[in-house]
């Protein structure tokens, strides 16, 4: 077990009333909604990085898989586990997720057609101009992801 039972700020003597049990729970659910929130919000600004990168790997012809940068990015998390008295093998498993989802939006860019490669001049300057290098790729996991940076 990582976690010790001093951590915990709850009380396990049986002494609370139901309804100030009750009224705790809901507290104390109403708390981790608040960081499953900053968690999903932080989930979705990797993706979103991991978007651009994979742009510039499309762009500068950047092999996809990085080997070595998987290593690190696991050793980070493995480390951060241990400092905190964490399961390493949870945080494995956490960025295995998270870096085969990222090789999948990755992939997507990087395999995607572009739009328009070359800006269009005719003359015409009404402020409208194309962007070269902009794709329309999205994924439904992504929604408010777009590729242009």
Known sequence: ??????????????????????????????????????????VRQRLEVCLRIGELKRREHIAMMQPGRIHIVHERARQYADRHSLSPEFFDSLYDLLIAETCRLEDLVINAEPVDETPRHNGNHNGNHSHAGNHQVRHSSVPSANLES
């Open 1 to 42: 077990m990582y976690f010790s039972v001093e951590q915990r700020n709850g009380d396990d003597s049986g002494e609370h009333s139901d309804a100030s049990a009750q009224h705790a729970l809901e507290s104390l659910r109403a708390e981790l909604d608040a960081v499953d929130a900053t968690l999903l919000e932080a």
